[in-house]
């Protein structure tokens, strides 16, 4: 079965603090995805990535940063939270083959900046 | 990237059919036609996706009129358990960069 694993659920860190948030796919997919949800805004696409090292910013990159070292891993990172940045963050993978592109999600890790 | 507008929210009732309409007016040529399925504290599932006319899986139905500038997701005789959002997305799936807009999305209430 297809797994998307996130490191934390919830996570509570201060303001300036530097936020590592950890995605892990077991699907050999090339592309990884980063997104924030709030309420009534939808998902909205921070970074993803099409490839190890390869990176792409999404609608709201201001404020995060990305790390692909390897395959099945994609870093989130928030080198200065601040209180704005609290938000569900979702993680996702797909593969370039096949006929749907779809997309697998992790269960998402809620941050609250306090 | 082409905007989708759905509905903000629907409420039914078990054993109806539900329809749920999308508004992709800017849609592109290459460009496909997704929808997911979130519940409460959960990541978005994949449903279905199609390019045009008529696609059908073991969930749902998805309905695309040739100017392809709509498109309608078909949830045949929902249970409380279809309660969710479903987003509605478009954009092109090429490979290298399959960038998603999944908007406000439909938020479904299936009563008893």
């Known amino acids: 079965d297809v797994k998307v694993t996130q490191s934390s659920r919830y996570l509570v860190k201060r303001t300036g603090e530097k936020v590592f948030l950890e995605c892990v796919q077991d699907m050999d997919h090339e592309n990884m995805f980063w997104y924030r949800q709030d309420p009534g805004l939808g998902l909205r696409l921070i970074y993803f990535?099409?490839?190890?090292?390869?990176?792409e910013k999404g609608d709201i990159p201001e404020g995060y940063s990305v790390s692909r070292e390897k395959k099945e891993r994609f870093s989130l990172i928030l080198e200065s939270a601040s209180t704005n940045q609290t938000s569900m963050y979702l993680c996702?993978?797909?593969?370039?083959?096949?006929?749907?592109?779809?997309?697998?999600f992790g269960p998402g890790t809620r941050l609250t900046v306090l | 990237l082409a905007k989708t507008t759905q509905p903000i929210s629907m409420d039914s009732y078990e054993g109806q059919e539900v329809n749920i309409t999308c508004s992709h007016n800017n849609i592109a040529t290459n460009d496909y036609i997704t929808w997911y399925q979130q519940f409460p504290s959960q990541g978005p599932r994949f449903i279905i996706q199609g390019y045009k006319t008529k696609v059908t899986n073991e969930v749902a139905s998805l309905f695309i009129p040739a100017d392809r500038k709509s498109s309608t997701l078909s949830l045949p005789r929902v249970s409380l358990s279809d309660t969710a959002v479903y987003y509605c997305?478009?954009?092109?799936?090429?490979?290298?960069?399959?960038?998603?807009?999944f908007g406000a999305g439909t938020r479904l209430f299936v009563k008893a």
């Open positions: 990535s099409y490839d190890v090292k390869m990176k």
């Open positions: 996702a993978s797909s593969s370039t083959s096949g006929s749907y592109n779809e997309q697998f």
């Open positions: 997305l478009v954009g092109d799936a090429w490979a290298g960069g399959f960038k998603t807009i």
